[in-house]
């Protein structure tokens, strides 16, 4: 999964594009490069960044979607938490909703569940302002299953079977250098809950604290926390850096295959 961000920051340093067809060039090209599912988002979930209108939402991610989708064959993921978005990206051609809030926030459940589209549900202690002021847990492991076996089952009380999920322990969202590592270590706990695995390590600020390195300059330590969670058992990897990504996990692939 390639990262696109039709968002105004430069915190990642690349993949961060005001600019809708800069944003579809970059989505093509990731696609190019091997990308299965293009990731869309239009509000930064970075501490302290503006919050972000429903109609300049709108107005950034759709015509990235309607560019991409008239270019090349791709499933378009939409991140988002607003209902009003959910519900206009899949109107334009999206496949998914990548919702950091689970579709907890007001309305987003029932727009969710008005589509067929698959949800990625993804684990975050507190918010995205507060959630790094020193993230504490009794259970890591725990929590963070007993927060997804909640998540699933509203999803298939509000209609929205199984099948169409996706879970996601939430690297660094609310979450230490510690618990993000012991997290990568043990990412197989997951697996027993059913839906396939989707992580986010990219690019992301633990992988800076091992290697001292700026976020556009972390893409061997991303394309090494990448094979490790395959290997763990993750399904979907979201990247800033698809080629290299690719690649790696091609290797990781083939050498599965050998020894079956
Ligand atoms: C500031 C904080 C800027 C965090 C950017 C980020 C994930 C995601 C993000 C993830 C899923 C980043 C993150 N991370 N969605 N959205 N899983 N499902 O580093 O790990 O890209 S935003």
Redesign the pocket.
């Known amino acids: 999964m390639g990262?696109i961000n039709v968002t105004p920051d430069s915190?990642?340093d690349g993949g961060s594009f005001l600019n809708p067809q800069a944003a579809i060039d970059m989505a093509v090209r990731m696609v190019d490069e091997g990308a299965a599912i293009i990731d869309i988002g239009g509000e930064?979930?970075?501490p302290g960044a503006d919050t972000v209108p429903v109609q300049e939402e709108l107005d950034r991610v759709l015509p990235v979607i309607e560019g991409i989708l008239s270019r090349c064959e791709t499933v378009i993921s939409i991140?988002t938490s607003k209902p009003e978005v959910i519900t206009a990206a899949i109107g334009a051609g999206a496949h998914m909703i990548?919702d950091?809030f689970a579709l907890q926030q007001d309305g987003a459940m029932a727009a969710a569940a008005g589509s067929s589209a698959a949800v990625?549900l993804?684990h975050m202690q507190g918010t995205p302002a507060t959630m790094q002021d020193n993230p504490r847990y009794d259970g890591l492991f725990g929590e963070i299953t007993g927060f997804l076996l909640e998540r699933i089952a509203a999803c298939d009380a509000a209609g929205i079977s199984a099948d169409r999920l996706l879970i996601?322990p939430?690297?660094?969202f609310g979450k230490n250098d510690h618990h993000n590592l012991e997290l990568l270590a043990g990412l197989d706990q997951f697996t027993v809950l059913g839906p396939p695995m989707?992580?986010?390590l990219?690019?992301?600020r633990t992988l800076g604290n091992l290697t001292k390195r700026s976020p556009g300059n972390r893409v061997a330590a991303g394309v090494a926390a990448a094979v490790l969670a395959v290997v763990k058992g993750a399904s979907i990897v979201?990247t800033h850096d698809v080629a290299a990504t690719v690649d790696a996990l091609k290797v990781v692939q083939a050498v599965r295959q050998a020894g079956i």
């Open positions: 990262v915190f990642s930064s979930t970075r991140d990548n950091i990625c993804m996601d939430g690297f660094g989707l992580v986010g990219s690019r992301k979201r």
